[in-house]
């Protein structure tokens, strides 16, 4: 009650008197829309162009600028030119599908196990391997991509440059997203659930088996889904490791045309394939995730969304 | 099934083997790699081939190529001098450019997105989905000269003819920017989602007005945040050389990384570029050391 | 397999240089409910842990039915837990949570089903077959918890804290329904709590622990009619500790003569043949608030300084002449106190039920009344009788 009585409190910096206060120029409930429109504008210049570059993938002339009509002849229509006829892009989707595959393939795997066995192992081994790995997330591609070319070319021969290469360093670049985000998973579900697995008979293995993977599976998921899209779009070290053109994926064969040699929407063709790939690899992701953690989900449903994106 | 060894810890195989062929992957791929790259820059040339000869024995390392790089930084017809200032001042300004955008849009989407939140939480995550080669090409095809910003630029009466993609530092230091902050938000999103509300109310509750709060809770509850954002956009920044590639492709524009890929293509210069390599990673070290001392720290303390 | 006994020798468990479980020597008899008692870190929960075989002790036997079990990994033992969290495995149906154990008991699949309805039966969730552990209340849960644990027809069912997540109603509720299953079962329970409220409505037998050791071992009436030192008393209850000397020359005919400030009075329980400086405990049921003037041997003139309505009784704080408080109880029986706050009153503290205690040498702290909460003043020495 506003009493009279009361002397307000001489105000000290940044705590307001609460008789002495003006009346509050605005609706303290108003929502943010200054930040909600700045939002808004940094979703536009992050998306847009992108839209356009797609659209462009389907632009009837050999422009990039100029919109000249619907077509789809980049993609399968002209002889010449298309992705699906013309080898060296035909190969180039190819080879980006088998360097994400394969390399989801070996690099998951190895990647949880190394998660559960660093995380149980509490030795200092454990801990230099840990910081081994972390240091791979966050060393600039280029200094590691250089390592690996003379690692291959001067020591290890026997790994061939080209596409075993590729894949042997894709793994290694990319074993910090399973180590990691299993990791963490790791951490959150706690010892309870395997204690209580081997308090009802199982044994260590087959704790782990029955009740730590599908449990971490969904972490599982969200890893396999991001190496694999962090593959497809992998070049620095692509790149460094290809032998000849014909083991070129996608990111590499667009990069080395961007400024000349391949007309520019077959780039934009190919570079729409990309983003379909990752993000039907996305969706099948998300999709997968949320049944995964049907039996755990909370209220507020963005644990699937942060969860497939690794954060 | 005999007897084991009893429970938990004195049992530790089964824990290692399941590390093993991530311990080993790491060592021979990650590792060992540094060290051949230590041997070719110690090592010398094949002058018939102009081929590299590592040299395996740190005892005979030979400072050939360490001395050629240095008179590539500071003897004349130094060359080196300037991408590494450039990439220093790229770096910081994308850097900062980028958490200040960053920033906000994390905060808002973290705070005051609420039922929406999924929605923008896609809009932001998308990005990451798409590849770089693609934001990059989109970008390309918009700066040409016949391109779109050209002409949105004349529509409004401002000069439509600029030829962005010819070298031009800003529109590297833009494409730096638009190719890192989806990480950085999606990082920032990370750490500002965890803030505990309760505090931030406590402060309002105390008397503290917004903008106070603001300044002096919230800010400081996200320093890790900021923290951790900054180093995982400045340290690969540092070694990129592709964007320059893309969307510039001059050599005023270029960055340290330009220069070893540069050197480790040139026959005769492999050497070289190893050893600029290494330097950028010596320099690279000590706050990566911190970072991931930090990291573990941080990870333990949650366990 | 029949059973059930646990025993435990000189077991001994050392974490760096500090002994959370110092040399503990107790016999569980089968088909007993047996509670271990005591404050976070006095060593309860490693000790069950031990039982469990999730913690290898430093030194000591585990004995299982004379086997000494402690060299086997907790999927060897004849032992079952239900875990403080419950740790329902949340991809598994509640059928297929309360079925796990069976695969490694080799039970025959048409038998799995039958037993899994048993089990459901028993802890009353016939019908919850198909939930999943994240559509179950935190009561349906924990009786998920036990009867995963109850299937396996274990000679020893270890319960850490099982109740503790649930609001006092359910808690009450689940208390009386899990002493009667046991009853039912006839599988040794042994149940690890902070809430004493639990272990003497639940058990048999309980052991009340300090800092690693067992302070008493006994039944509920013996612990807490007969506390063997300050400790045990205050944790059991209000036990109203005061500090007093025996007047020497006093012990005769079982019964001790003591000073408290200027008063006399006689204890006739607990430690008679104590000597010098001594603490008191009388519960507060046992105490009388009469008028002012009433005489007669064992009473203090008082003042009554608060009234805590409670409900079934009112609890009610008198301030003796000595200058201790002392919390006695009244039951609410629907007549009116002939006292208020600030009423000068007479306590009279029976003899009987007046206890002579040692000093068991250990920090008792702050004595909280574990009904309100609230801090009552330490009485254990920094204010002089």
Sequence with gaps: ?311 | ?303 | MSGGNVKLESLTKRFDEVAAVDDISLEIQAGEFFSLLGPSGCGKTTTLRMVAGFEPPSTGKILLDGDDVAKLPPNRRDVNTVFQSYALFPFLTVAENVAFGMKYKSVPKAQLKTRVAEALEMVQLSGYEQRRPNQLSGGQQQRVALARALVLRPSVLLLDEPLGALDAKLRRALQVELAALQKQVGITFLYVTHDQEEALTMSDRLAVMNHGKVAQLGTPEDVYNEPADAYVADFLGVSNLMDARVKPGGQSTGCCRLQMGEFTLEANAGELNATGAVKLAIRPERINVEPYETVGANRVPGMVERLVFLGSTTHVYVRLATGSTLQTLVRNDGAELPYGQGTAVSVSIPADALRVLPDPGVSVGEIHDETTGEELLDLSGTRSA
Aim: proline share 5%.
């Design chain 2, 1 to 303: 099934m005999g007897r084991r060894q009893g429970s938990g810890r004195r049992n530790r195989w089964l824990w290692i083997g399941l590390a093993a062929p991530g311990a080993v992957w790491l060592l021979v791929l990650f590792v060992a790699p540094f060290y051949v790259m230590l041997s070719v820059a110690g090592g010398g040339i094949n002058e018939f081939f102009q081929t590299v000869v590592p040299v395996w024995n740190p005892i005979h390392w030979s400072s050939f190529n360490f001395s050629a790089v240095w008179h590539d930084i500071v003897g004349p017809g130094a060359f080196i001098g300037s991408p590494a200032l450039r990439t220093i001042g790229y770096t910081a300004i994308a850097t900062v450019i980028s958490l200040a955008i960053a920033y906000p849009v994390a905060y808002f989407v973290s705070r005051y997105a609420g039922k929406r939140k999924s929605l923008f939480l896609i809009l932001l995550i998308a990005p990451f989905w798409v590849s770089y080669m693609m934001r990059m090409l989109a970008w390309i095809d918009l700066l040409q000269q016949g391109g779109f910003f050209n002409s949105a630029l004349s529509f409004f009466g401002l000069p439509g003819n600029t030829d962005w993609l010819g070298g031009k530092s800003v529109t590297v230091i833009m494409g730096l920017v638009y190719g890192y902050i989806p990480y950085l938000i999606l990082v920032l999103y990370a750490f500002l989602d965890r803030i505990d509300q309760s505090l931030i109310e406590a402060a309002r509750d105390l008397g503290l007005s917004k903008w106070r709060t603001f300044w002096s809770v919230t800010i400081p509850l996200s320093k890790p945040a900021l923290v951790a954002g900054t180093f995982i956009t400045v340290l690969p920044m540092l070694g990129d050389y592709f964007t320059n590639q893309l969307l510039s492709g001059a050599p005023g524009t270029s960055m340290i990384g330009n220069a070893i890929e540069g050197q480790l293509d040139s026959p005769g210069e492999t050497g070289q570029g190893a050893v600029l390599a290494l330097m950028l990673l010596v320099v690279l070290l000590i706050p990566m050391i911190y970072y991931v001392v930090s990291t573990a720290r941080t990870s333990r303390e949650m366990a």
């Design chain 1, 1 to 311: 009650m506003a009493s009279t009585a009361e002397k307000p409190v001489s105000g000290s910096s940044g705590v307001e008197p609460r008789d002495s206060q003006p009346p509050p120029r605005s609706n303290p409930w108003r929502r943010p829309w200054a930040l909600e429109g700045f939002t808004w504008l940094y979703i536009l210049w992050s998306i847009v162009p992108i839209a356009i570059a797609v659209l462009f993938s389907f632009n009837k002339g050999a422009s990039q600028a100029t919109w000249q009509g619907f077509s789809t002849k980049w993609y399968v229509g002209s002889q010449v030119t298309s992705v699906l006829h013309n080898p060296s892009l035909h190969h180039a989707v190819i080879q980006t599908l088998i360097l994400g595959g394969l390399t989801t393939l070996i690099c998951v795997p190895i990647g949880v196990g190394f998660a559960i066995g660093i995380d149980r192992w509490r030795t200092r081994t454990a801990s230099g391997l840990n910081f081994v790995l972390i240091f791979s997330f966050v060393i600039p591609e280029l200094l590691l991509a250089v390592a690996l070319f003379l690692l291959v070319t001067q020591a290890l021969t026997f790994i061939h440059l080209g596409t075993p290469a590729e894949v042997a360093g894709l793994v290694v670049w990319n074993l910090s997203w399973p180590a990691i985000i299993v990791r963490a998973r790791l951490i959150s579900i706690g010892r309870s659930y395997e204690e209580a697995a081997a308090d009802l008979g199982a044994s260590r293995l087959g704790a782990i088996r029955r009740v730590l993977l599908p449990m971490l599976m969904p972490a599982i998921f969200a890893s396999a889904v991001l190496v694999f899209a962090s593959t497809v779009d992998d070049f620095v070290i692509v790149e460094q490791l290809s032998s000849t053109a014909n083991t070129q994926p996608m990111s590499v064969l667009i990069y080395s045309n961007v400024h000349g040699g391949l007309s520019g929407p077959a780039l934009n063709a190919l570079a729409t394939i990309m983003l379909l790939i990752s993000l039907i690899v996305a969706v099948i992701g998300f999709v997968a995730y949320r049944w995964l953690t049907r039996g755990e989900r909370t209220e507020g449903g963005t644990e699937a969304l942060t969860g497939i994106a690794g954060i």
